[in-house]
């Protein structure tokens, strides 16, 4: 299979999605052409992509789950029977059904998974899990996968061949996540609007930044890590909840999953 040109793809809120993918990248032997698709701003038209395009595509994990605008995100896309790895970034608990989910929807969209990830990131609820990854461990072992996925797209006669499926279960698990309420600022809010910049979805208007559209908002977090002041806040009432059971349980150090797992770097 010929590889003519390298593409990552990334849906990344709080940036760690984007320095996984930038990662891997390293490890593609040439430059890649990055589309951050964070920004709604960002996804205006549509993305063509060839046979000959490799397209690096990767979402943060929420609940197990891609995030509710996903589909919103590969609607910009378009693909030609292009082969594609296929990157789900989690916060060290479990990717469940983020992986299937892309695949099923980079599919509709003319991708043809060939291999997939699933790294770890600092968690966007506790940050005191998987702290500060991807770390230089993390920026090694992906950068071996990277090498090791050139050589194997290379190989391939044809993505088909690959004959790849995610791991994940259809049905899908429950959307927890779209249940919650949207982060919100107390008092304090100098409406700098730091936050409606980085919010990937616009639930933050620019003349009322001190709410949010709860059902556009996915809980990332990203608002509250841009808040100068440290006022904006988790208004859904399990949030401590989850954040000491996060604690608890997922501490110990994961390590990146890679699928097909024999493409797993020395």
């Known amino acids: 299979m010929r590889i003519s040109r390298v593409h990552t793809i990334a849906f990344s809120p709080c940036r760690t999605t984007l320095a996984t993918l930038r990662a891997i990248a390293a490890g593609f032997g040439g430059s890649a052409t990055e589309h951050d698709l964070t920004l709604p701003g960002a996804r205006a ?7 000959e395009d490799l397209v690096c595509i990767g979402f943060p994990v929420y609940g197990g789950r891609l995030p509710h605008n996903a589909a919103q995100v590969f609607a910009g896309l378009q693909g030609e029977g292009t082969p594609a790895l296929l990157v789900a970034v989690y916060g ?12 099923r929807e980079a599919a509709e969209r003319g991708f043809v998974a060939i291999a997939a990830a699933a790294p770890v990131a600092e968690h966007c609820i506790a940050t005191e899990v998987a702290a500060g990854r991807p770390d230089a461990r993390d920026a090694a072992v992906l950068a071996r996968f990277g090498e090791k996925i050139a050589a194997y797209a290379a190989s391939l006669p044809s993505p088909a061949a690959a004959a790849f499926t995610a791991p994940g279960e259809f049905p899908y698990r429950k959307d927890i996540i779209r249940a919650k309420a949207a982060p919100k600022a107390a008092e304090g809010c100098i409406r700098c609007g730091a936050c409606v910049k980085v919010c990937p979805t616009g639930a933050i208007a620019p003349d009322a930044p001190e709410s949010a559209d709860d059902s556009a908002c996915i809980i990332c977090m990203a608002c509250i ?13 399990t949030y401590e909840k989850s954040r000491e059971w996060l ?18 770097p020395n």
């Open 45 to 51: 038209g549509l993305r063509q992509f060839g046979p």
């Open 92 to 103: 060290n608990r479990d990717f469940e059904d983020a992986l299937l989910e892309m695949q």
């Open 225 to 237: 890590k841009a808040c100068p002041e440290g006022v904006r806040k988790p208004t859904h009432a």
């Open 247 to 264: 604690r608890a349980t997922c501490m110990e150090r994961k390590e990146p999953r890679f699928f097909p797992e024999d493409l797993r």
